[in-house]
């Protein structure tokens, strides 16, 4: 594994040195997504929790979710402690795909922040390029990895 990530590296240090990343803006940020899900990858957390923070147009209510075996097992309200349906809540994995796909919008403008160890998203804010005042930011903290 460790090899992977190496090369990985050495590959996104040798395409910001070529200057491709102007021929195509989000080229770094692709180089950052593939660093940073193959480090959670390396990493095999498969049982985990954080608290989530969805802002856009309409604010979400911060939410604490579980996930067990990849797979979302609880979403808690952290305000008023309730408990919701689990569908549509996010894992790590999911995540890194909503990056992607966002990556991949011609009228997108993304900026994400990794946690350098371990290389899950901290931080995903989306804005249009196309239309003011649309987008959304993502923020996760309080990650903990459970047995």
Request: aromatic letters at 6%; charged letters at 10%.
């Given at each position: 594994m460790k090899a992977n990530l190496v090369g990985t590296i050495l590959f996104a240090l040798f395409v910001i040195g070529c200057k491709a990343t102007d021929e195509d803006p989000n080229a770094a940020a692709r180089v950052q997504l593939g660093i940073n899900r193959q480090k959670w990858i390396a990493q095999a957390v498969h049982g985990y929790s954080f608290d989530y923070d969805l802002s856009a147009m309409v604010q979400s209510r911060p939410l604490h979710i579980e996930v067990r075996a990849d797979t979302v097992n609880q979403v808690v309200d952290r305000v008023n402690g309730?408990?919701?349906?689990?569908?549509?809540?996010?894992?790590?994995?999911?995540?890194?795909?909503?990056?992607?796909?966002?990556?991949?919008?011609?009228?997108?403008?993304l900026s994400v922040d990794y946690n350098l160890p371990i290389g899950y998203p901290t931080n995903i804010n989306v804005s249009?390029?196309?239309i003011a005042d649309v987008g959304y930011s993502i923020r996760i903290t309080n990650f903990q990895r459970l047995n």
């Open positions: 309730a408990v919701y349906a689990n569908a549509g809540a996010p894992t790590i994995d999911s995540l890194f795909t909503t990056i992607a796909r966002s990556l991949s919008d011609q009228s997108a403008m249009s390029m196309v």
